[in-house]
């Protein structure tokens, strides 16, 4: 189909090596910049956007990996990291070109695979970007990636094991892993989230370095 302003593009955000999955769908506009589409994946999934992202996207023309996030002079790369908040998602996702990674918290590593499912009409009624499904909750912050999440639900859950009441005093009460409810989900301006993040007009960053 043809992508113009009042198209809307649907992905499925599945976070990688967890069982049962945990994934969220999202609509959002195709007007959206990677840093947009950065900030509704962290809204939906139900992280805090305390971490560095980058998005791993096939280039559609030369089917090479494009590596787009924030672009930072303490992490040097062979291949650079585009900034995100240049580069609209409609110049890069298609539907022969729906696949990506997005990775969150370079410490616990967090992976998610980002499909594009459809792009539909927008309508007129539904304010953008919207949570349409899901399942599970998501993991918390810092608590040691795919295994250490794992230790953590099995500490939690058995209140015989020695790390049980730290666990609970960690987390602050219950966590229920099952819990999710679509209509919960609340997205931040992408704009706004910049602008505390960085203290600069939305998509200014004082050199091409990134933040100091």
Request: charged fraction near 25%; aromatic fraction near 14%; include cysteine.
């Given at each position: 189909m043809n992508v113009t302003?009042?198209?809307?593009?649907?992905?499925?955000?599945?976070?990688?090596?967890?069982?049962p999955p945990?994934?969220?769908?999202i609509?959002?506009?195709?007007?959206?910049?990677?840093?947009?589409?950065?900030v509704a994946?962290?809204?939906?999934?139900?992280?805090?956007?305390?971490?560095?992202h980058e998005f791993d996207v096939p280039s559609p023309s030369t089917g090479l990996p494009v590596r787009i996030g924030i672009p930072h002079e303490d992490f040097p790369m062979i291949v650079p990291i585009?900034?995100?908040?240049?580069?609209r998602i409609a110049d890069y996702f298609t539907e022969a070109n729906a696949k990506a990674n997005y990775y969150y918290d370079f410490g616990d590593d967090w992976r998610h695979a980002v499909l594009l499912e459809k792009m539909v009409p927008q309508d007129p009624s539904v304010r953008y970007p919207v949570c349409v499904a899901?399942?599970?909750?998501?993991?918390?912050?810092?608590?040691?990636?795919?295994?250490?999440y794992s230790e953590f639900l099995r500490?939690?859950?058995?209140?015989?094991?020695?790390?049980?009441?730290?666990?609970?005093?960690?987390?602050?009460?219950?966590?229920?892993?099952?819990?999710?409810?679509a209509a919960d989900v609340y997205f931040d301006d992408p704009r706004e989230r910049w602008q505390r993040a960085f203290g600069l007009e939305y998509g200014k960053l004082e050199d091409s370095s990134g933040p100091a």
């Open positions: 302003t009042s198209t809307v593009y649907q992905f499925k955000i599945t976070l990688k090596g967890i069982r945990v994934w969220r769908r609509q959002v506009p195709s007007t959206y910049t990677f840093w947009d589409l950065h994946i962290q809204d939906a999934m139900g992280w805090l956007d305390y971490h560095l585009l900034p995100g908040w240049q580069l899901g399942r599970r909750a998501c993991p918390p912050e810092d608590c040691g990636g795919t295994w250490g500490k939690l859950a058995d209140s015989t094991d020695p790390g049980h009441k730290e666990m609970v005093e960690w987390i602050g009460g219950d966590f229920d892993p099952g819990n999710f409810d």
